[in-house]
Structure formats: C-alpha cells, structure tokens
C-alpha cells in the first residue's frame, strides 16, 4: 500500500510521460536485498539448506535479479543467472562433453518478481557492479533476532537512518568516515553498512558481544577484532581497541569519526515515563561514573541514560560526528535548559517517527533520528525533522512535512505566564492541578476543590480565586483543546505573547470551556461549588444555589457574597462577558444536561457538571467512574454537549498557536 501510494504520487503527475524508479547505488544495495529477502526470495524454487551445502546462497539469486536488464542478468561473473522466467547455475561440462546448467523457475509464475523489481531501476549505474560483485560476501542472510528485555532498533529505522547518513556525509561516506557504534547490543543497528574495517562495536553485556561474534561467524560484515565489551558510562578509554584509541586521540580522524547509536531510553525517578516506557532498571541512570560527573552542571537531564551518553560523547570525543535515535525531549524539554547550556552543536538532519513502533517501548511519543556535527559549536535553537508514519509495525503512508522542535530556556514557559496571576490575598474558590508544561502531561491538569497531599507536597497546585479566575480558565483551556498525540507528545507550552488579553471573545470562549470540560472535577462534596454556570430559573433548580460567583463574573459583576467582599478585590472583571455562538452553543446543550439532571428524585441542588456525571454514570468496584450511563437520555445529552465543546475547542486551537502558547 505504501509503495503503491508513492508511486501514484510521484508518477501520476501532468505532462509526465515515463515512471521514476528507485535508484540502486552502493549505499542502499543491501537494504534493497533485506526486502528482496521477504518478497522474492520465498518465490523461488530452490532448496535453500541444500544450495548452500553446494555453495549457493540467496545473495547470489539476488545478484542475478540486481544487475539485469529485462530480466536477463548483465555480466557472466556471477554464479547464478536470470534468463527471463528462470534462474540459471552450475554452468558447466558434463560427462558426455555436452553443455548443461541446473535451473530454478519460480512457484507463483513470477509475480511477486515482476512486482518487486518494477519499483527499482536496474542495472545500477555500471560505477557501481564492481563494487557490488567484489563485495558479494554482503549478501549473507544475518538471522538477527531481539533478545529479551534487550532494546531492538527496527530494521525499517536501521534502513532509514543509513539513508540519512548517507544523505549527510556523501555517497561514499562508509568508506570515508569511521563508525562506532558504543551502544550496539546484538548488533542490529549496524546490518547494511559495508567497510567492515572503518566499523567498531561495543556493549555492557558480554552475552551480546558473544552473539555479534557468532553472526560475524554467519557472515556478518564485522571484524572480530573490532567487537568488544566495553561499559561506555563507566570504562575508562584506555579499554578500547588500539585502532580506535588511536582515532580518539588524533584530532583530525576524530573528525571523521561518526558515534552511530541507539543508546536505552532508560530513565530515572519519574514513574510515569517509566511505566509509559516499559519496566527499566530501577536507579540504573544514578549509578554511572557519567551521571556523578555531570550532575551538578546539567541537573535533571543526567537522569536520562541517553544524555549520559551524549555528555560523553561530547566530552571526551571532541568535534565528532554523532547521529543517534532518541526522544527530542534534550532539545526542548524544561528540563534539559542546564544540557542545552553545555551541548553546542550544529543539527544536520534527521527524522521522527511513532514510538511504539520499536519494540518493547510503549506509550505514543516521537522517537526521532538526530545527525549532529560537534565540531561546530553552536546554541540549539530550533530543529526541523522528516516525518515518517507506521502503523502496525508496517509502513501505511508518507508525509512529506517537517516536525519542528524548538529549544527554550528559562523563564519562558506557560508555568512561568501563570505564575504571574498567582493570588494570596483573596479567599481560594477552588485549585487548578498543574503536573508539568508539555503535552504528554495533558491528564493531569484540572481543576478541583480539593487537591491531594502528593500535589501538595510536590507543590504542583495552584489556588483559584476570583482575581484569577479567567487566566486560570484560559491555562485549562489551552491546556485541553487540542488532543495529545505521538506528534505532538513533547511540545512545550509557553509564556504568550500579549495579543490575548485584548481578545475577550477568547477569554470567554476559554471560560466556558473550562467550566464544561470533563476536566473540571470540582465537587460540591469538597465544599462550596463557585462554577455553577446558570442561574435557578434556567434550569428548573429545586431549591436556590448557594453560590453564584460564576453567573455574576459573566455579568460583570464583582462578588461580595460569603466572604469574598469587595473591598479585597482587585478584579478586572467590570463589563459583561460577550460569548461566541460556539460557546453560546455549548451553554445550550449544558442547560438541557442539568435541567434532566433536576427532573431526577433526591438530587443535589448545588451539583457541578462532576457531580452531575457521577450521579448518572456511576462507579465500579475500584472506585473509578464509569464512561457510560444505564440511562440513554443522559448519555445523549453528554454526548452532545461534548460535541460542542469540540467545536468551540476547534476555535480556540488556533489562537492558542497565534498567541504564542504552542509554537507550530
């Protein structure tokens, strides 16, 4: 489907009369025969176990298909030749002085052939069939498999990343460049590459090194020599190879050398990544040599096993080449402002794609391809990436667009905005939870009357009064319009610029969808309920609220009831809110909700739209609420009023982008 979809798009275009195949060159021949090995490969009638036994392998089938021209192989070097439907081998003499060969035809009339090479154009250009032939030792099937609990790069990733490499270092540049790859596991990330002499591999676990030996001994294009354990965070470098000492210790092939890895997403005291992540080792990023030495001049980021690697590298590797996958979080987290401060180095290129298409990593976040030069010492400002999208571990389309990642420093995040309206004077009305300023945080901002004692401890709470009780609405607001998603995850929310406080449709748009989101939890269990959106009479109430802070906000009016008096305030609150026909919409469907609500016996006179919905849908056993309701009005009623809370969502989004919240 996917390849379907690009050749559609780039061939079916006006005033183009032939099809654009895929170049084969040097650098993508072996990728090419990894998908060979998965379509072509099965096709063929031949005994494989026996063909090898006799010095046959595939690599030689698929050097026949690679360089022919109209199905009919090029050059008489090779073992194995294509001869239209069918492979030819074992050319020779026999017994009786006459010419005879052993042929292979294919068992589904050639189709799955015909449809794979129509994607390539062949032969590649004739500059590259010495290469191709004298490194036939290539061709080898390398049976790389996961093992358990162990960090696998996907070999779609594997392939795309050496593209990239090559896109930034030139055509040539396995040849030019030396490759270390200091977080190699088995090996996988390394499959494709071609000079096994330029090549190092190194990893913690003796088992893994064991095994990158028994591939070599199966045709893995590695030196032995050049495979060893070596704890990166830890060893010191005199442990290392002589070879590599020597290109670590001269300036000028340091230069050339390319720190290629795909180090552990592993990260230490934070429970919720940890269980969105997987199950890592408990206190495994505290217990490194890296992490003592970098803890007090890059802070929090040391906590993150890939950052350790990165100080290192950066280190002790001046001015080399790195190109690792890895979450974006080093280059716009909050938390890594101290890492930015001390890593300087110019973006080449690079791409993101879905997290949960590497195995054993869960949750929905980018994981990206960064290409870094360090020898150009630079402030990280921005980065702009490819996107590539996979579903189901197989790729279904392609965009074209770019991700940007921006880098921010102190002082300019939504945290620091909403700090500003923070109020001690005034009585509390309710509290705003605030767990953290990125997207993947999204759940855990809400309102509620009662905050728990970790938030209180962590001090992750806010206090709403009636000072700021509209900045407060627009920090939930932006915080929940737009819906979280693998793109999106590590977006940092920032400190806006000025245009929304003249804009006071927003500031009402805002206040309504605060007060009808699913996230304002406040409970008139916890005490006074200060958000009831509509007066007695609108709703057909059983009895008069207690309080009408919100209908009076909404009529410009300051409160003074209970103990919130006047003479305390300072609101800006004077004029009547204006409202949106969105937001007008969404005040209709929550008056139909809690007018069905007060037809119902025994109710709560003072319920909030939380106490609303837990009357109707209820709970399980473990205390959580239910997503649905027995009753089928209700259900219709929510339904719509969360239908036009999207709307109205739709039309704050992109102002939340115009005023500087979000960077696009």
């Known amino acids: 489907e996917k390849d379907l979809k690009r050749f559609i798009r780039e061939n079916f275009v006006v005033g183009k009369s032939d099809t654009t195949k895929i170049q084969i060159d040097k650098n993508n021949f072996i990728i090419i025969y990894n998908k060979w090995l998965e379509t072509v490969k099965p096709t063929i009638n031949v005994n494989w176990e026996i063909a090898k036994k006799n010095g046959l392998i595939d690599g030689d089938f698929y050097l026949a298909d690679l360089l022919s021209f109209d199905n009919k192989t090029i050059t008489e070097k090779l073992l194995v030749l294509l001869h239209s439907n069918h492979y030819v081998a074992n050319r020779r003499f026999n017994e009786m002085g006459m010419f005879s060969t052993d042929t292979a035809d294919f068992n589904d009339n050639q189709k799955s052939h015909t449809l794979f090479w129509n994607k390539y154009e062949r032969p590649p250009l004739e500059d590259y069939w010495d290469y191709i032939i004298n490194r036939h030792d290539l061709l080898v099937p390398q049976d790389i498999r996961e093992r358990k609990g162990s960090f696998f790069t ?36 390394l499959a494709g590459l071609t000079n096994k002499y330029n090549i190092w591999a190194s990893t913690l676990d003796k088992s893994d090194v064991d095994i990158m030996k028994q591939r070599i001994e199966n045709g893995a294009n590695l030196l032995e020599k050049h495979v060893f354990q070596f704890d990166f965070l830890n060893d010191d470098f005199d442990k290392l190879p002589e070879g590599l000492q020597e290109i670590i210790k001269n300036p000028a092939k340091r230069k050339k050398l390319v720190i290629y890895i795909n180090p552990p997403l592993i990260e230490h005291g934070n429970k919720a990544k940890i269980k969105e992540k997987g199950e890592p080792k408990t206190g495994v990023a505290t217990k490194t040599k890296i992490y003592s030495e970098f803890q007090s001049i890059v802070g929090t980021a040391t906590r993150d096993l890939s950052s350790q690697f990165f100080l290192r590298i950066y280190k002790e590797i001046p001015n080399c080449k790195l190109a690792s996958f890895s979450t974006p979080k080093f280059i716009n987290s909050q938390n890594f402002i101290k890492f930015r401060n001390y890593f300087k180095a110019h973006f080449e290129k690079g791409f993101i794609t879905k997290s949960n298409t590497f195995d054993n990593v869960k949750g929905n976040f980018p994981i990206g391809f960064f290409i870094f030069d360090l020898a150009k010492k630079v402030d990280i400002i921005k980065i702009q990436t490819d996107i590539f999208l996979n579903d189901n571990k197989a790729i279904k389309s392609w965009q074209s667009d770019i991700k940007t990642f921006y880098a921010t420093n102190e002082k300019v995040f939504i945290s620091d905005w909403l700090r500003k309206y ?125 309080v009408h802070f919100a209908t009076n906000f909404f009529a410009g009016k300051k409160y003074t009831n209970g103990n919130l008096f006047e003479k305390g305030i300072k609101s800006r609150q004077a004029k009547p809110l204006v409202f949106s026909p969105e937001a007008q919409a969404v005040f209709d469907a ?72 979000l960077k696009e």
């Open 154 to 189: 996907p070999q779609i990733w594997v392939e795309k990343s050496q593209e990239y490499l090559a896109k930034v270092f030139g055509e040539n540049w396995q040849d030019e460049y030396y490759i270390w790859d200091c977080a190699a596991g088995s090996g996988n990330l």
């Open 422 to 546: 923070y109020d001690k004077d005034n009585e509390i009305i309710s509290y705003i939870i605030l767990p953290g300023v990125d997207m993947q945080v999204q759940n855990g901002i809400y309102f509620t009357g009662k905050p728990t004692e970790s938030d209180i401890k962590q001090h992750k709470l806010a206090k709403i009064t009636v000072n700021n009780f509209m900045e407060m609405c627009v920090y939930l607001s932006v915080r929940q319009c737009i819906d979280p998603t693998w793109l999106n995850n590590k977006d940092q929310f920032l400190f806006p610029n000025k245009k929304w406080e003249k804009d006071l449709f927003f500031q009402s748009d805002c206040i309504v969808y605060a007060l009808f989101h699913g996230q304002n939890k406040v409970s008139s269990k916890e005490g006074k309920n200060y958000f009831i959106p509509f007066r007695e009479e609108e709703v057909n109430a059983q009895d008069k609220f207690a």
């Open 590 to 661: 929550g008056r139909e909700l809690w007018k069905y609500y007060f037809k119902q016996p025994k109710v709560n006179v003072n319920a909030s739209l939380y106490d609303i919905r837990e009357y109707f849908q209820g709970r399980n056993d473990k205390g959580k609420m239910n997503n649905r309701s027995e009753d089928e009005k209700y259900n219709e009623l929510i339904g719509n009023l969360r239908n036009k809370l999207k709307i109205l969502a739709e039309k704050i989004e992109p102002k939340v982008y115009e005023y500087g919240f």
